[in-house]
C-alpha cells in the first residue's frame, strides 16, 4: 500500500538558518505529493503541492521538487524565521490522502 | 467564509458514553472526510465521503460511524466511547475525492476518554 516517512524531530532552529525536512513515499501509482503545515492550535493547511514528477511547490519562501527517481519531496527553506515554527506533514494522494507521521520545528529567535 | 467549522472544540467524556461530532462546510465541496491525530502517528483516516448520500471506510473505522446528513454536513460518531479514541479529531473536505484535490482541514475537535 501507499506510504509515507518523513524525518523525525522534534527539529530546532535559529533564525534564518536552513531547513530541510527530508520526505520519502511508496506508492503503486502516480500520486500527487503535499506539504501541509500545522500551527500550534490549529488545524492543518495546505503549504504546496506538486502533482507530477519534477514539478516544483513553492509558497512562503518553502520548496519542494516531486523527484520519481528518489521517490522523495523533500521540504526545504533557505532563512526561517520564528513565525515557521510548527509541524510539517508531508502527504501522498492516490485517491486517498495519506500522511507522514508529522515533523515539529521550532524556531528560536 | 468561515471554511470548515467543527464543533465541540474540547469534549471529555466517561468510557461508554456516547458522542457526536459535529463538521460543516460552506465551500460547496462535493467531498469529505473524518482524521484522528495522534502523538508519532499523523493524521488518520477514520471514514470519508465522496459525495453526498455516500460514506466510505478509512484506516481506522472501528468504534464510529458517520452520517453526510448533506451537502454541507457530515458527522462522526462514537456509540460507546473508549480511552483508546482520547485524540484529536479532524475533519476536512475538498471539491472532489481522490488524485490532485487539496484537502481544507477544520480547527479540531480535542477529545479526552477518561
Known amino acids: 500500500g501507499n506510504s509515507v516517512t518523513q524525518m523525525e524531530g522534534p527539529v530546532t532552529l535559529s533564525e534564518e538558518a536552513f531547513l530541510t525536512i527530508n520526505c520519502t513515499y511508496t506508492?503503486?501509482?502516480?500520486?500527487?505529493l503535499f506539504w501541509y503545515v500545522q500551527y500550534p492550535g490549529e488545524g492543518l493547511q495546505l503549504l504546496l503541492k506538486?502533482?507530477?514528477?519534477?514539478d516544483k511547490g513553492s509558497n512562503k519562501g518553502f520548496e519542494a521538487t516531486y523527484r520519481k527517481e528518489t521517490t522523495s519531496f523533500h521540504l526545504e527553506k533557505g532563512s526561517v524565521q520564528v513565525s515557521d515554527s510548527a509541524v510539517y506533514f508531508c502527504?501522498?494522494?492516490?485517491?486517498?490522502?495519506?500522511f507522514g507521521a508529522g515533523t515539529t520545528v521550532t524556531v528560536r529567535a | 467564509n468561515a471554511g470548515v467549522t467543527q464543533t465541540p472544540k474540547f469534549q471529555v467524556l466517561k468510557t461508554g458514553q456516547s458522542m457526536t461530532l459535529q463538521c460543516a462546510q460552506d465551500?460547496?465541496?462535493?467531498?469529505m472526510y473524518w482524521y484522528r491525530q495522534d502523538p508519532g502517528m499523523g493524521l488518520r483516516l477514520i471514514y470519508y465521503?465522496?459525495?453526498?448520500?455516500?460514506?466510505d471506510k478509512g484506516e481506522v473505522p472501528n468504534g464510529y460511524n458517520v452520517s453526510r446528513l448533506n451537502k454541507r454536513e457530515f458527522s462522526l460518531r462514537l456509540e460507546s466511547a473508549a480511552p483508546s479514541q482520547t485524540s484529536v479529531y479532524f475533519c476536512?473536505?475538498?471539491?472532489?475525492?481522490?488524485?490532485?484535490?487539496?484537502?481544507?482541514f477544520g480547527p479540531g475537535t480535542r477529545l479526552l476518554v477518561l
Open positions: 465551500m460547496n465541496h462535493n467531498s
Open positions: 506508492a503503486t501509482g502516480y500520486p500527487s
Open positions: 502527504a501522498l494522494d492516490d485517491y486517498k490522502l495519506s
Open positions: 506538486a502533482t507530477k514528477a519534477d
Open positions: 476536512a473536505s475538498s471539491e472532489v475525492s481522490g488524485g490532485r484535490e487539496t484537502q481544507y
Open positions: 465521503s465522496a459525495s453526498e448520500g455516500t460514506t
